[in-house]
DNA sequence: TAGATTGTTAATCGATTAACAATC
DNA sequence: TAGATTGTTAATCGATTAACAATC
């Protein structure tokens, strides 16, 4: 495998659900595919996914197809999932609470360290487990727990305040659920998660649909 | 307009995005903007404003540019958000809860008319003024109040049946948060939202990015 | 070995960018 | 009118699909 090879956000984009196609077929009991059927199963070409795991190396057999657990473990690895990530959240409500309850982020190492918030009444309350701390605490936390990744769950008006200030702490990317971009250094990354945009896409396909 | 165009999907992708920058620039009083400079604020190039506008008009003026205010009307009717959308929530969880919440999507049009859930003990509750209403009675309710839109708020396990369910009762819809692929027949629309999947895109970011 | 299926090259298709004539 | 900027065509670039030789 080439390591400095740039694989295209197209690729990246697929890699997830393939993830979790091989998770389910393995729990299935499954123990080998052909990119064949796979194709099938996902609603994809056989040619795209050969494509696709080829960027990375050639992890199946000819005349056998693909070993689904060590095709999993490797897209695995390739995604960084292969190791814990350390994370926090900024924003208690709702939103930061339900990647806190979700439980399945934490089973794929992405370990939440701690909450943020700046409503004084949550000082000192877990949620899930996790203590919530004040606003004014969180760039100490993050040097000091080797902080990685903030989610933020947080308004629009003060995010990118608070993006400003975690990537000077910095973590390396930030999980972005506020409706805004947040304009930083291209040395960190986001990740926008704009579910206003994805309601107009839906709105949009509705309004369009031929038939 | 030619309204038998197919428009492709990345075309669509960012017309929210175009729509959120004009609001923003509207509330800064901006009244006109050429593509030149939207290119630079949004990061695009405006070769590809020009083009992706020029799918549905010409909403420009040679030597001028784009009145903010038409352009941002005209481009809330191509996403079909000229109008209200009926919608329910499906699983009164936090993520549901968030939803509901979040009153920019009623702002948008997008009215949510009722949470649904399994769970006995929220039967007749309330959540930010919104009525919890026991899963059996979603066909119903969905029939007789014109909903268009559910957003699915539950677990995986659940999403697929449910899915079935109130694409069988009749909605346009689908927002779907679970962590599966629904695999609906091709009529009903269906907007994925793979949180665990974005997650996983930052984590190869992390472990990939050059420098 | 024969059959199956990959890895990979070539062909096609689509999306983005560049360029510029049209026009306000 | 002269300058600015669009709308649109042409050129480029990239992604997907098809095809098939390599090989298990």
Chains 1, 2 share one sequence.
Request: hydrophobic share 40%; glycine share 10%; proline share 1%.
């Amino acid at each position: 495998m080439d390591n400095n090879k740039i694989i295209s956000s197209a690729v990246i984009r697929r890699l997830p659900r393939y993830y979790r196609y091989l998770g389910e077929l393995m729990e299935g009991g499954i123990q080998r595919i052909s990119s064949n059927e796979l194709s099938t199963k996902m609603k994809v070409t056989a040619s795209q996914i050969r494509q696709d795991l080829n960027n990375f190396g050639g992890f199946g057999q000819q005349g056998y197809g693909y070993n689904v657990k060590s095709l999993y473990d490797e897209i695995g690895k390739i995604l960084g999932i292969d190791h814990t990530h350390n994370m926090i959240i900024i924003g208690a409500g709702n939103l930061g609470q339900a990647i806190i309850n979700y439980k399945d982020f934490e089973k794929r190492g992405f370990i939440i360290k701690g909450v943020f918030d700046n409503d004084m009444k949550l000082e000192g309350k877990t949620i899930s487990g996790v203590l919530v701390r004040m606003t004014d605490k969180m760039t100490e936390f993050i040097m000091e727990n080797n902080i990685e990744i903030v989610a933020l769950t947080i308004p629009k008006k003060c995010a990118r305040e608070i993006g400003k200030i975690v990537a000077d702490a910095g973590v390396k990317a930030i999980w972005n659920f506020a409706h805004t971009d947040l304009n930083l250094p291209d040395d960190v990354i986001v990740e926008n998660v704009h579910l206003s945009e994805s309601l107009m896409r839906l709105s949009y396909t509705i309004a369009n649909k031929s038939k």
